[in-house]
């Protein structure tokens, strides 16, 4: 059976679509490799240290690469990861006439989404783990070599502090993942009830544009809260959608929340960092920024501001240890709606006593 994306085309779009940063060939790459080999290990203690969340699955391992190879690790974990969805499109469209024309065409515009996002990236943690596949190429922190160069040059950022400072924030991520014992799979079980619950029916299509045409005729944008996943999501797909919003505004809230912690007293431009790519994240065309709403980016970047704000209202009740019993166990996960008024959380998951207290001490 055919799979209804055509991924080698989707390699080769996005392998032209993100083309190649002239930083690619310098010399200063010579410098990658090993500065975020030493800052990978030094972010995993500092970390570890800053959060109490030690790896459970050995130390991270960082891998430098250029666009065309975060394409490839994201086209293989994109596989992985739809495989239950496409098998089924697959099936459900194979006899159909205009297959081959529709796998194509979903190659191109996969290929295109991941050839723009390949020249913005500038680290990932690849979370998928694969049992029958090679556990060298899993498990791995990533770094978009020329992307990372670009921006020291234009903004003349000091090379090993900008470095720690990236590493920090995807060590955050791998720790979350690795250092609580029950958020991969958590995590995975979202994706899968996601896909599960897909309906290939073309008129699910139909009736998410009509719905669409609605929303924008009262005055609301229905791309803004997640993109066209969310749009042509049914009922169980959205609720499902919402935890894993929420889950993400956690995780990218913490991840900025520890980066700067974690790192205070060795990097002092963390600051001017900050700023910089948070100014970076808003600053796009029009084409693009319709973009970003349409695959969901518009809505993560929402994520990072959302999860930051969660976590400092909910530490000014209980301080950290508060914010702690979220990993306890995913029941105590906040859910989008607990992001966006912590104090439901904290009500549901400290007390309303403790709340209470909290609030009038503020």
Request: no cysteine; glycine share 8%; net charge negative.
């Amino acid at each position: 059976m055919s799979a209804p994306i055509d991924w080698e085309l989707a390699a080769k779009v996005a392998a032209r679509v993100g083309g190649s940063d002239p930083f690619a060939d310098s010399y200063h790459s010579d410098s990658l490799e090993p500065d975020f080999a030493e800052f990978t290990a030094q972010a995993e203690e500092l970390v570890a240290d800053a959060t109490g969340l030690r790896s459970l699955a050995g130390p991270a391992r960082a891998r430098v690469t250029d666009r065309a190879g975060w394409v490839s690790a994201n086209v293989a974990s994109f596989q992985r990861l739809l495989r239950p969805l496409t098998d089924k499109l697959g099936s459900k469209l194979e006899s159909g006439a205009f297959a081959p024309v529709a796998r194509r065409a979903a190659g191109v515009e996969v290929g295109a989404m991941l050839g723009w996002m390949s020249t913005r990236v500038l680290g990932q943690y690849d979370l998928l783990i694969v049992e029958d596949e090679d556990p060298e190429d899993q498990d791995i922190v990533y770094y978009v070599g020329p992307n990372v160069l670009a921006l020291e040059k234009r903004f003349a950022f000091p090379p090993r502090e900008f470095r720690l400072w990236l590493a920090l924030h995807e060590v955050t991520h791998r720790a979350q993942f690795t250092g609580i014992e029950w958020m991969r799979p958590h995590f995975l079980s979202l994706v899968e009830r996601t896909v599960d619950s897909v309906d290939p029916d073309p008129k699910r299509f139909v009736e998410a544009l009509k719905k669409a045409v609605d929303s924008m005729r009262s005055g609301t944008n229905p791309l803004d809260e997640g993109g066209l996943a969310l749009l042509l999501a049914g009922p169980e797909q959205r609720e499902v959608l919402q935890q894993v919003s929420g889950l993400m505004s956690l995780l990218e809230g913490h991840g900025d929340v520890t980066m700067d912690r974690a790192g205070a007293d060795l990097i002092p431009s963390a600051e001017r960092f900050g700023r910089v790519l948070r100014a970076r994240r808003q600053q796009s065309s029009a084409p693009v920024k319709l973009l970003q709403k349409l695959i969901g980016l518009e809505a993560k970047m929402a994520q990072y501001q959302q999860g930051e704000d969660f976590i400092a209202a909910v530490e000014a009740v209980g301080g950290p240890e508060l914010l702690d019993r979220a990993w306890l166990t995913s029941a105590n996960l906040p859910s989008l709606a607990e992001i966006r008024d912590p104090e439901s959380w904290i009500d549901r998951v400290a007390g309303v006593e403790l709340a209470a207290a909290g609030t009038s001490s503020i």
